[in-house]
């Protein structure tokens, strides 16, 4: 994978996001696809070691559009200013969760989960954090856990910052209906998701070692998403 020949592009249509200025280095967009198309497909092949389920997978099934939705956004933009790819099983509009590598000028990141979860497969989500409280607090307090992805709500997501790593992208503000406001683990409920990430410097994807490095963090996080995808897939 070209990294720098990925971010020079990722950088132009940040500066550059109209139709015309596309339209005349479309080429260029070609070029940097295709290369972050290889990267994918090595990752797949680097998380298939410990995860067969996704071995069948092609980059062309998890990578996301370039092209942006603008009919209900305030930022008319046509085009994305990252690239993304979401590695899951069943798909990257399942929501069984997966493994996502996200490439844009000082915001690359790893990370996975499952996110955006119906409030009754949510509901279900707590229900078994709680019925099964000591399995979960062994995966999500081990000390590898929390130091790659750290603690529930303990990182930021913004547009224009984010943290170096992070469990729990959003979080209610208080207990969620039902469950009881003195829960000793409460922060693991109050969670709207359960995703985490790992943010990463630029030149990470350069050379042919970053797989191993990124299946390594993958393989950490993956006791939490099979935990709950165990919940997830009896919904599906």
């Known amino acids: 994978m070209d990294t720098k020949l990925i971010m020079t592009f990722l950088r132009n249509i940040a500066a550059h996001n109209d139709r015309p200025w596309f339209q005349e280095h479309k080429n260029d967009y070609q070029a940097a696809l295709a290369s972050y198309e290889q990267g994918v497909g090595e990752a797949i092949k680097a998380i298939s070691h410990f995860d067969s ?63 955006w979860l119906p409030t009754n497969i949510l509901t279900a989500c707590r229900n078994e954090i709680m019925a099964n409280e000591k399995d979960w607090l062994k995966i999500v307090t081990s000390g ?10 303990e990182g930021t997501w913004e547009e224009d910052k984010v943290s170096d790593k992070g469990f729990g992208m959003t979080a209610l503000k208080t207990a969620p209906k039902g469950f009881p406001r003195d829960y000793k683990y409460l922060d693991y409920l109050r969670m709207k998701d359960y995703s985490c990430w790992h943010a990463v410097p630029d030149d990470f994807f350069e050379g042919n070692e970053w ?10 996080m993956k006791p939490m998403m099979d935990f709950v995808n165990a919940v997830v897939d009896d919904y599906e």
Not at 77 to 91: C, D, L, T
Not at 211 to 220: G, P, S
């Open 53 to 115: 389920s996704i071995a069948y997978l092609t980059p062309k099934d998890c990578m996301y559009r370039f092209y942006r939705d603008i009919r209900f956004s305030p930022d008319k933009s046509p085009y994305k200013r990252h690239f993304g790819a979401y590695i899951s099983a069943k798909g990257k509009k399942s929501l069984h969760g997966g493994y996502y590598i996200h490439m844009e000028p000082g915001k690359c990141f790893l990370g996975g989960g499952v996110y």
């Open 144 to 153: 590898e856990f929390v130091h790659n992805f750290g603690y529930p709500n």
């Open 211 to 220: 797989t191993k490095e990124a299946a390594r963090m993958f393989k950490v």
